[in-house]
């Protein structure tokens, strides 16, 4: 289990390059496609590629939040430990971890993303919040709607009317989701106990961009709905 350690092994990978690997290899395949069929890329197609890319990596770690809720209650304690001794900061030394290829798809390795993302909410480390559900919610809820998403905007596979119907409400539960997410750490005065900097790029940067890439879909599925075509993608 990672702990700040080299694994052995000869072949291994940084997590956060590993994570980066994944997202392209999602998302290389639908750009690649949108190319070969329409000769062109699209700015819309290739937001949307990347971010259904994150999201579909993103749920499976938050299916592994639901099956290694138990081990990770036990490390985040362990991690608090490591961060009042003076270590490193958790999440760096996660992502700077070297994960054995071998294990590149292990639940036990990724859950370590959410023990470590405890020390700024420790509603991950507690199946009873809104935090902790919210997100296996999303890891189990949105997968099949986002790979469909992903396949209406680069093929137009199903007519758009269906495809804007089924984004505004993908891409709307997202805004709402993680708005009311934000809030909670002024109403629950979770912000007072983290620095200024922690706040900015652990929680609001990411749940930022699942707030405004969102927002985009929403408008991207209304034209789909109005408009009866793909005209906004650039497909014609």
Known sequence: MIDGSEQPGRWNAPAALLGVLAIMLLAVPGIGARYA???????????????????LLICYWEICLYFRRDQIEQRAEY???????????????????????????????????????SMY???????NTYGFNIDIGNG???????????????????PAM????LGVMLFWQWV????????SFFVGRKRPLLTARDFTIYVLG????????????????????LDGHYGVLGID
């Open 37 to 55: 069929l329409y000769g062109g890329l699209d700015a819309f197609h290739f937001l949307f590629s990347l971010f259904f890319s994150v999201n």
């Open 79 to 117: 991690w608090r430990e490591w961060q009042r001794d003076g270590g490193r900061t958790p999440a760096l030394v996660f992502l700077t971890s070297r994960v054995p290829l071998g294990r590149a798809l292990s639940p036990t390795i990724w859950a370590e993303v959410w023990a470590t993302y």
């Open 121 to 127: 909410d420790s509603a991950y480390a507690d199946r």
């Open 140 to 158: 189990f809820v949105t997968i099949a709607p986002t790979l469909m998403l992903y396949a209406a905007y680069t093929g137009g596979v199903i």
């Open 162 to 165: 269906a495809a804007g119907i």
């Open 176 to 183: 709402y989701a993680s708005s009311l997410y934000l809030v």
């Open 206 to 225: 990411p749940n930022a961009v699942w707030i405004l890439i969102p927002i985009i879909g929403v408008y991207v599925s209304i034209r789909l709905i």
